[in-house]
């Protein structure tokens, strides 16, 4: 079982930055993709950011120039430190993973529980 655990969530004031981490755990043979996905209330799950094993990336328009994503393939995780949050960015963020079966080698999409971000004005 893959487990992907989310931190770093919280209460900011507009302008202000925060550092989302994800954490990769269980039994796999190896991640491809890694990427941030977030959700505000009443409307769709959409991509904030991705980032792949080689280190392509690619970004919401949203939020190009105040996120960053990074990745440590050593320690399975992925991080995505956004700067000059505004309300708008108020959402639950997931993290997602394209992990690679141990046993099978097929590809299978691991999503963590969610991290709530809270940007007030």
């Known amino acids: 079982q893959v487990q992907l655990v989310e931190s770093g969530g919280g209460l900011v004031q507009a302008g202000g930055s925060l550092r989302l981490s994800c954490a990769a755990s269980g039994r796999f043979f190896s991640i491809n993709a890694m990427g941030w996905y977030r959700q505000a209330p009443g409307k769709q799950r959409e991509l904030v950011a991705r980032i792949t094993r080689g280190g392509t990336i690619n970004y919401a328009d949203s939020v190009k120039g105040r996120f960053t994503i990074s990745r440590d393939n050593s320690n399975d995780m992925v991080h995505l430190q956004m700067n000059s949050l505004k309300p708008e960015d108020t959402a639950v963020y997931y993290c997602?993973?394209?992990?690679?079966?141990?046993?099978?080698?097929?590809?299978?999409?691991?999503w963590g529980q969610g991290t709530l971000v809270t940007v007030s004005s």
């Open positions: 997602n993973a394209d992990v690679v079966n141990l046993l099978t080698r097929r590809n299978l999409e691991v």
